[in-house]
């Protein structure tokens, strides 16, 4: 349990405009928060519930560009100067891991309150024990998986025992049971505030006492007790494109005609720099042309690994990949991204340009379509992808769910035979989500075909024609 109070939260009229946008990112906030309580927010995808959480953490500022309207108030107070009582968990816990072991990453954030140094290991200790962190201290963060990382990033808020915490999509790369054990820990803190943003809903619910949705420019289109508000706005909230209890959308219907193989592995093996144990220890697979292969197992069972040595990003230690007859990671660029497109679990690592349909025209480019050709396929990805009022803007600036989008547009640009995608409907609402698997379909029946990493039990059920499960780096 966490002692002290929950803070108080308030917003009159406010409103935040990123740095070189013309929409605001939201507009008319009125929300009042009372201490202690638990709500769940949610919004479409770009309603600006990522910013305002960081709004609420005291983590934008002006100076940088950006513009502010109306009141903020975490205690009364603006928000920067509360920041000693508020905790955050990004959506990508690569942007708050700051050091090279996992304990330290914990105390790192102790150290920076002053917290006495006889208290700050007991407090690692605890919080690491809280999230069910299945390795040492020392473990380096380098060798976790992106599910892991998030538990070190839950671990790190909760060890500063903060009044207010708010967590952005906390179990979006974690595996079942580890989302579950971070829900039992949520479920077991009392006193603090919480402000949780999710896209499982159903599982949420037993979380917290209230539910606020939010629309991009609109503020608050709902508010109350969860049973009300779904009973009363569900269907309008499902138009929208806000996640609500119940089934997912209808999946598409799929042939099911393959043809010849487009990625073969045999017997690949892979460990990291410095690693004591194997990511992949001898897997074999298959991937054929029409077919989606969806690829399963706990974090750190080598899902990602395997993604990124069947996409030539990764060079096997033993065994060999083959895209056809050629070794992907000796391919040059440009026939490399003529034979496979990859999307990331960090959408970001593959951004390259500072505008939106420019990062959309690079791969075609590189694969020799001529300008205008791109453009086209640009712009064509932007209207499919609900990004087209963004397409000037800078892609590090977009949501995780614009970003999640952004990045699978980019593999999909240049029409490459194999698409390999990492956790591919990361932060999705309703509406985006289905048009990605539509996409991912239609890929797949016209010809091509689809390997990819997913925690998403649903994607599976929906897409999938085949399933490898991997646990400890082999096929379990």
Not at 129 to 148: I, N, W
Not at 162 to 191: F, H, I, K, Q
Not at 300 to 317: D, H
Not at 386 to 394: D, E, G, K, R, S
Request: glycine share 10%.
């Amino acid at each position: 349990m966490t002692g002290g109070e929950g803070a108080a939260i308030e917003a009159r009229g406010w409103g935040w405009r990123h740095a070189g946008r013309r929409a605001w990112a939201i507009r008319g906030l009125d929300l009042r928060i009372r201490p202690g309580e638990r709500v769940l927010l949610l919004g479409a995808s770009g309603a600006g519930k990522s910013t305002l959480l960081a709004a609420l953490a005291g983590l934008l500022d002006t100076s940088g560009g950006g513009e502010s309207e109306g009141e903020l108030r975490v205690d009364g107070r603006p928000p920067h100067d509360a920041r000693d009582s508020t905790g955050i968990v990004f959506q990508d816990p690569e942007t708050q891991l700051v050091m090279a072991r996992a304990g330290d990453d914990v105390a790192f954030g102790l150290e920076n309150h002053c917290v006495p140094t006889e208290a700050i290991w007991p407090r690692v200790h605890r919080a690491l024990a809280q999230v069910h962190f299945p390795y040492p201290e020392d473990r380096p963060t380098a060798a976790l998986s992106g599910g892991e990382k998030q538990r070190l990033a839950i671990a790190g808020g909760l060890a500063l025992r903060p009044r207010l915490l708010l967590l952005d999509e906390p179990t979006a790369n974690l595996d079942p049971v580890g989302a579950e054990l971070v829900r039992e820990t949520l479920a077991d803190l009392s006193a603090m505030t919480l402000v949780l943003v999710e896209h499982r809903v159903a599982q949420s619910l037993p979380l917290v006492d209230r539910v606020v949705v939010i629309e991009a420019g609109a503020g608050v289109v709902a508010d109350g007790a969860p049973q009300e508000v779904f009973a009363r706005y569900g269907a309008r909230l499902a138009e929208l494109g806000v996640w609500v209890p119940g089934p997912p959308p209808a999946a598409p219907t799929r042939r099911t005609a393959f043809g010849a193989d487009l990625a073969r592995a045999d017997d690949i093996a892979f460990r990291y720099p410095g690693a004591e144990t194997w990511a992949l220890a001898g897997v074999d697979l298959v991937v054929r042309a029409g077919e989606a292969l969806a690829v399963t197992g706990p974090n750190g069972s080598g899902k990602s690994t395997l993604a990124l040595l069947v996409a030539g990003l990764l060079r096997p230690a033993r065994g060999r990949v083959a895209l056809e007859d050629a070794e992907p990671w000796s391919l040059p660029a440009r026939r490399l991204v003529a034979h496979v497109g990859t999307v990331f679990q960090d959408p970001e690592h593959q951004f390259v340009t500072g505008r939106v349909d420019e990062e959309l025209m690079v791969g075609p480019l590189r694969a020799g379509r001529y300008a205008p050709d791109a453009r086209r396929i640009a712009m064509d990805l932007l209207e499919r992808l609900h990004l087209t009022h963004l397409a000037a803007a800078n892609p590090f600036t977009l949501s995780g769910g614009e970003q999640r989008r952004l990045s699978v547009a980019t593999a999909l640009a240049t029409a490459p035979p194999l698409l390999v995608l990492d956790e591919p409907t990361f932060g999705q609402d309703r509406r985006t989500y289905a048009e990605l698997v539509a996409l991912l379909a239609a890929h797949c029946d016209g010809g091509g075909a689809a390997l990819f990493a997913t925690h998403d039990e649903d994607l599976v059920t929906s897409l999938a024609d085949r399933t490898l499960r991997l646990a400890g780096g082999r096929a379990a």
